[in-house]
Structure formats: structure tokens, C-alpha cells
């Protein structure tokens, strides 16, 4: 929906900082661009993208009438309409049809006390002017990003990065730190970026400060269980169907991301039986010889042919991603070596003439145990002591690759166990505890495995790769299995009726209700490029290793041992490692960009 950037406790410069980073974040809201000097020493800025309500009335900052309040947010908050009726019935009055004016007059009314009763995606910013009061706040998802720099009393808050350094009018040094996380996981710890002192909001973060920069409270939001502690068939339709129609609500044209997948099928098939409307949506078609393995538009085409829609397939091979290659690198705000990233950047670059608002199913395979690694640590859990047996005999035996990784991961206990099938490749042990500080400390394994997932593989590569390649194209990203409704009956869930639940059952049940079986048994295929193929084409590995080289150059001795083995040598790799080399080059484009 927006960018938004707040500068507190400014220096004299405040206002040419304030419009610098205004400037950086423009992409995300074309429609409007606006700041104000909340203070002497505290700005607002916003950029606008129109969702709802499309009149002036709703451009940012948004001040009360009063002029004692004044907010600036990014995006959405789908139970507005409700909230606004309990506000209407407390004597407020609203002069427009928008959710930010809601959601203005929820915090001058309530504060910090009641966030967790907005039902949406946001990061926003809210001054109260009466009780030198400022209220910085992230959804509990982590769907929409907040960074921010702080030394002593000085801050500074913008939805990226760039708009940070923008306003710092310098580059901060790149933090050797993150590279650890980066070569196992693709991405920066959650709570830090790649740029040092410039950090995250986490996800349902709330930082309340005072006019001076002086921290006044610090929290966490947190998701509160439902009191059903079985999730049926039923009220998993029905809530997710009350997801769908709250989450296609818009005042601009809703498109969909349609991989032929269970997740996305779903959403659409209840979108267009509750509304009968055929909208946009979009499929990635790979050349014929990889789309049995990756990419499919086949099954796309079947679905159409029962819930219809404007359909387009966006064609991608070597060629478009070369002529795309510097847009998207420059496009990315923090590096994410995930080769969906590209992919979904793609999809939004020819959406956004036709839509503004663009629909995935991301959530769904965290919240209900969907991914491969899911179901081989539900075997492991059922028997470990035979996976350890299998691990000890696998050393002299020859395996396949999906083999080697899986034995490879088997460790001491579960916590370590998930946390190297998470991983691209095998975690050295004096390494592990970097990642077992963020793991969730509970007496469920397989709760902990999603819970895990679900806060930091979600937070930190799907939902930034899906703001990143939205925003960069003045798009909104939403993602409507991240209701807090759903996310309420799941954290209610104990370990059996999860376990029972994995693998997506109730959305595959869903789907075979309406006839598509074909799609509910359509093996798990991951959304990315056919990397393994093409880096067995001599073409393309010249493209890649040049840019590693000059990055090991650079940066090699600042490596953990195992990227620095890689990063010398990429030649001497084999297949085994083409995941790891996609990464590598993901973050040697970045870095060179930013020199």
C-alpha cells in the first residue's frame, strides 16, 4: 500500500533527510507522495499507493481533525469496517471511507493497548501530539517490513532500508555477520539487515517512544489461540473463505499469482464461487523441456477450465532473466537468494499494468506442514532412532542427492534435526547456535518445526521476496492464509491434530470437494528457475562465476569456512551445490550494486 519513513529527535537537517528518504521509497506508493513536521524535532512522510478509498482524503501523513494525531502506515487492515462501527458507537465521527482513517482513530482511541485487534498487514508509525506519545508498530506476521537506525535518541524508520541510508545521506558498512545466515539460509537474521545498525522491527514488535527518542515501552503482539482446539473441515472452509473475501476487497483491480498449486487453486476456486467474478491471474511457464519438473502452466489451464479467469502466462528462460537482470537486482532492497524472488519480481512487472493488488497463497505450506522437509521430520519424529541407524549405514553406501541431505541433517535432537533440513546445506556444529537462538523452546516437536517456519523462513524469504517484487512495481502483496483467524485456530492446535493435519490435508480435502483432484495429488514442486540444468550449460556458469569471483575477492575472508571453500573455487563444485551457488551470486549482484 505505502512507504512510509519517520525521522525522530532530527538534527538540523531534518527536513532534506526526511524528503531524501521520501524520494527512495517512492516506488512503493506512486499515487502520492507527502511529509509533515510533526514537531521541532519529528517528521512523517508517506508514499501513497490507492487501494481504498481513491480520494485525497486518505493520503499521507493522515492528521485528526484535531490536529493532536497523525499517522503514517503501510498496508492493510481487512476488519475496518468493524472497528469503525465500535469507534462510531464510542461518538467518533470520519470523513472518509478508508481504513486509514480507521485505523487513525483506533490508536488516538486506544493506544498500544488494543493492536491486536487490528485484522491485517501493517507497519505504521503513530504520533498522539497531547501524550508525547509515538507508537511503532509491525503486524505479527511480518508481512509488511519496518526498518529503522538508532544512536542514542536519534531515529530513523522506513519500510526499506533504502530509504535509511537515504536519510542518513551515507552507506552504512556492510555487516559480516549476516553472511552466515545468508549462505544457510538465503537471507540476514530477522531482527538485522546487511547494513550495520540497520535493523528490523520483528514481526508484532511495538516500540513506543517519547518526542525525544527516550523508549517508553517495548512488547510483543502475540497470536492468542482460539478456543477450539480441533480444527474441522468446516470452520476451516469457512474461515478461510471469510479470508478470501476480505482479503480481494480493494477499490482497484485484484489480480492473482495462480501456480496450479493446492494453495492458490483454493483461494481462487472460493474466490470465484462466492463472487462469480473472473479476475487476473498469472502462471510462469519455463521452457517445455523443465516444466514436468518446475513450473507448470498445464495445471493452470485445467483449473480455467472450471473457475475461469483472465488468464496470462508469463514466459521466462536465460534470455528474459539476463535482459531483466540489473531492474531486479537493483529492485532489491536486502539480498534474498531464493530464485522464486526473480521469478515473482517478473510476474509483478507484467501484472502491474492490469492490477494493483496481487493475491498468493504464501502461509499455507507454514501453517499446515506442506513442505517436503515437513513430512521427513514427521518420520523422523515417529522413529529416530531409525534415522540415526540409516545416517551411520548411509556413510558407505551411495545415495541419491535428496538422500545424502536428509541423512546429513539427522542430528542430536529434533531442534537441531529441523534446523539442518531447513538449511541449504549442513551446519557446522560451532555454527548451530546462531540459529537455535531464534527456534521456539516448547515441549512439541512438530509445532516448534512450523512455529520455526513460519517466523523465520516465512518472514525472512517468502513474504520479503512478495513485498520486494510488488512494491518494486507500485503493486500490494497479500496473503490471505495469514488471517489472524487462521492463525489463531492453527496456534490452538496441540501436536496430534497437527501432525494428523500436515501435509496440507484440509486443503487438499477442500479441493477434491470441487471436482480437483488432480491439483489436491499434484506432487509438491518448488517455485523457482531450473537452476541444476542451467549450471550444467557452460553459457550461464560464465555469467555466474565472474561476479562470485570478484565477491570472494572482496569479501572471501569475511566468510564462514564453508561459503569461502565455494566462493574460492565455484568451478570445483558440483551438482549438488547449484542452490548454493544461485545464492552466492544473488549476494555478490547485490553487493556489486551497492558499491
Excluded at 235 to 264: C, I, N, Q, Y
Excluded at 381 to 396: C, D, E, I, T, Y
Excluded at 501 to 527: C, D, P, S, W, Y
Amino acid at each position: 500500500m505505502c512507504g512510509i519513513n519517520v525521522i525522530i529527535n532530527a538534527n538540523s537537517d531534518g527536513q532534506k533527510a526526511i524528503e531524501a528518504m521520501t524520494n527512495a521509497t517512492i516506488h512503493r506508493g506512486p499515487d502520492h507522495s507527502g511529509f509533515s513536521k510533526v514537531s521541532e524535532n519529528v517528521f512523517f512522510a508517506g508514499n501513497r499507493l490507492k487501494i481504498l478509498d481513491l480520494t485525497d482524503a486518505s493520503n499521507q501523513p493522515i492528521w485528526n481533525d484535531e490536529k493532536d494525531a497523525v499517522l503514517v502506515w503501510n498496508g492493510a487492515l481487512y476488519n475496518y469496517q468493524d472497528l469503525r462501527k465500535e469507534l462510531l458507537d464510542l461518538g467518533c465521527s470520519f470523513s472518509s471511507n478508508s481504513d486509514s482513517e480507521v485505523l487513525l482513530k483506533w490508536l488516538k482511541t486506544h493506544g498500544s493497548k488494543k493492536l491486536s485487534a487490528l485484522e491485517g498487514m501493517f507497519a505504521l508509525v503513530f504520533a498522539d501530539l497531547i501524550k508525547n506519545e509515538i507508537i511503532i508498530a509491525r503486524d505479527i506476521s511480518g508481512e509488511k517490513p519496518l526498518h529503522y537506525f538508532q544512536q542514542d535518541t536519534i531515529w530513523y524508520f522506513s519500510s526499506e532500508s533504502r530509504g535509511i541510508t537515504a536519510g542518513l545521506n551515507f552507506l552504512p558498512k556492510i555487516d559480516p555477520k549476516q553472511f552466515i545466515p545468508f549462505f544457510y539460509y538465503r537471507n540476514s537474521f530477522t531482527d538485522k539487515t546487511f547494513f550495520e545498525k540497520v535493523d528490523q522491527i520483528l514481526p508484532g514488535e511495538v516500540l513506543v517512544l517519547d518526542f525525544q527518542g527516550k523508549v517508553l515501552d517495548r512488547k510483543k503482539l502475540k497470536i492468542i489461540p482460539a478456543t477450539h482446539r480441533i480444527l474441522d473441515q468446516i470452520t476451516f472452509e469457512e474461515t478461510l473463505k471469510d479470508a478470501v473475501l476480505k482479503s480481494f476487497h480493494a477499490e482497484r483491480p485484484v489480480g492473482m499469482v495462480l501456480s496450479g498449486g493446492a494453495d492458490s487453486s483454493l483461494l481462487y476456486a472460493m474466490w470465484y464461487e462466492e463472487t462469480g467474478q473472473a479476475i487476473p491471474t498469472y502462471t510462469v511457464a519455463l521452457e517445455k523441456k523443465f516444466r514436468k519438473k518446475y513450473a507448470d502452466p498445464h495445471f493452470a489451464d485445467f483449473f480455467g477450465k472450471k473457475y475461469p479467469s483472465q488468464h496470462h502466462e508469463i514466459f521466462v528462460d536465460k534470455k528474459i532473466i539476463l535482459d531483466n537482470w540489473n531492474g531486479y537486482i537493483q529492485s532489491l532492497d536486502q539480498p534474498i537468494g531464493d530464485s522464486a524472488g526473480f521469478l515473482t519480481w517478473y510476474v509483478a512487472k507484467e501484472a502491474k499494468e492490469s492490477v494493483k493488488v496481487l493475491v498468493s497463497g504464501a502461509g499455507a505450506d507454514e501453517l499446515f506442514g506442506g513442505y517436503r522437509r515437513h513430512k521427513a521430520f514427521q518420520h523422523y519424529l515417529a522413529n529416530p532412532r531409525l534415522f540415526h541407524w540409516m545416517k551411520s549405514m548411509g556413510k558407505n553406501i551411495p545415495l541419491p542427492l535428496a538422500w545424502q541431505k536428509l541423512l546429513q541433517s539427522i542430528h542430536q535432537n529434533p531442534e537441531m534435526t529441523f534446523i539442518q533440513m531447513a538449511a541449504l546445506q549442513e551446519i557446522p556444529d560451532e555454527l548451530m547456535s546462531h540459529f537455535q537462538n531464534w527456534y521456539p523452546k516448547t515441549n512439541h516437536p512438530f509445532k516448534n518445526a512450523l512455529d520455526w517456519d513460519r517466523t523465520f523462513y516465512l518472514v525472512n524469504d517468502i513474504l520479503k521476496i512478495h513485498d520486494n517484487a510488488c512494491m518494486a512495481h507500485g503493486i500490494e502483496g497479500r496473503a490471505p492464509y495469514l488471517n489472524q483467524q487462521l492463525l489463531s485456530l492453527t496456534a490452538a492446535l496441540s501436536e496430534k491434530p497437527l501432525l494428523e493435519l500436515a501435509g496440507k490435508k484440509q486443503i487438499k480435502t477442500a479441493l477434491k470437494k470441487r471436482g480437483l483432484e488432480k491439483i489436491a495429488n499434484r506432487k509438491k514442486l518448488g517455485f523457482g528457475l531450473p537452476l541444476m540444468e542451467w549450471f550444467g550449460e557452460k553459457d550461464f556458469r560464465n555469467w555466474v562465476f565472474p561476479a562470485i569471483h570478484k565477491m570472494d575477492k572482496d569479501w572471501g575472508k569475511e566468510f564462514p569456512p564453508e561459503m569461502r571453500k565455494l566462493s574460492a573455487n565455484p568451478e570445483k563444485s558440483d551438482k549438488r551445490h547449484f542452490l548454493q551457488l544461485w545464492n552466492l551470486f544473488i549476494l555478490a549482484s547485490w553487493l556489486e550494486n551497492k558499491q
